[in-house]
């Protein structure tokens, strides 16, 4: 069974510093796909990345990366030089799309950041 | 570009009364997923339909069902609602064979009072 742990639930940082979110992930399959969304408190999901698990390498948008370590299960994602406006709870979320079925999103508990002015 | 429509976006039912939510996926999408999310919870998979057919069930309550129509859109029905429904529900859609891509749509928030 697919299953995703976001050990982090709450972290607070001051403006201007970098942060890492961690995402570690648990499947038995060898194709899958790992994801990041931001949810702000208006309640949408924005997505962020998505990675598929045979392309290892990291990605950088801006002042957002991404870490994908197939040998340590895990996708971390990190923000830096944080701002106010990236306040929103993070999800991790995994998918093992195979034929239709089992395509589902298995989301972590979510990491609430909070960045202080 | 066109996103995923979802009506209505907010709801309040009370207790024992029965709530239809709608989700108009993104032109040329045939498949659909709804999902709940609780307050301070991450979003649970209920149910999925591909081509007018259930492709995949997740934790849904009895009380649910769902259907995707011709249109491809699709409706979920709610009866007897309890206060532990009251949930962000979204919906997602994407092409079969790219079920990796699913897009979201802005969510219904549903209160039962």
């Known amino acids: 069974a697919q299953k995703v742990t976001q050990a982090q639930t709450e972290i607070s940082v001051v403006e201007k510093e970098d942060v890492t979110l961690d995402c570690v992930y648990e499947t038995r399959d060898t194709t899958y796909y790992l994801f990041w969304y931001k949810q702000p408190p208006s309640g949408e999901l924005v997505f962020l990345i998505r990675?598929?698990?045979?392309?290892?390498q990291n990605e950088i948008s801006g002042r957002y990366s991404w870490n994908f370590q197939k040998s340590t299960s895990s996708f971390n994602f990190t923000i830096t030089a944080s701002q106010v406006v990236d306040s929103a709870v993070y999800f991790c979320a995994l998918s093992e799309p195979r034929s239709g079925a089992n395509s589902k999103l298995t989301f972590g508990k979510g990491i609430t950041l909070s960045v202080r002015p | 570009a066109a996103g995923v429509i979802q009506s209505p976006r907010h709801l309040i039912k009370e207790k024992r009364e029965t709530a239809t939510l709608k989700c108009y996926p993104i032109p040329r999408h045939d498949t659909v997923y709804w999902y709940q999310q609780g307050p301070g919870q991450d979003p649970q998979f209920l149910i999925s339909?591909?081509?007018?057919?259930?492709?995949d069930k997740g934790s849904i309550p009895d009380r649910f069902s769902a259907q995707q129509f011709s249109d491809y859109h699709s409706e979920l029905n709610m009866s007897s609602l309890e206060l532990g429904d009251s949930a962000l529900y979204f919906c997602a859609s994407s092409l079969e064979e790219a079920t990796y891509e699913q897009y979201f749509g802005p969510g219904t928030r549903l209160t039962v009072t």
């Open positions: 990675r598929n698990s045979f392309d290892e």
């Open positions: 339909f591909y081509e007018k057919m259930q492709s």
